[in-house]
């Protein structure tokens, strides 16, 4: 697959798996913010791909003339695009765990300082 999407989910893949390093790293409000936004904004392309790729899918099962190869072509697609989103929704939720977790820390240091 040479989507124009795949390049942006392995970056984003990458970003996610970089805050998420253990020992985690420090990161900023604003970088969580704009990690979930991303993310979840590529859940949204990815999900609408897949859906097309199912479609597709689902109208060459119906056509009693199309090949066994462009059956097995359209499910490896489907397939392996959804273990790409399966694995973005899995980072993103690791994501928001890590971003409850520095938000309860940020909210002790500053009832510690009062």
Known sequence: MAEPWLELDAVLRGQLRDVLQDPP?????????KLLEDGRACILILGGELDRLEARLA??????????????????RVTELRKHVEELRALLDA???????????????????A
């Open 95 to 113: 994501l928001e765990t890590r971003a409850r977790a520095v938000r309860a820390t940020w909210q002790r240091q500053i009832v510690e300082r």
């Open 59 to 76: 109208q060459l099962d119906g056509d009693p003339n199309t090949s066994f190869s462009a059956l097995t072509d359209a499910l490896r």
């Open 25 to 33: 790293r420090p990161v900023t409000e604003s970088e969580l913010r």
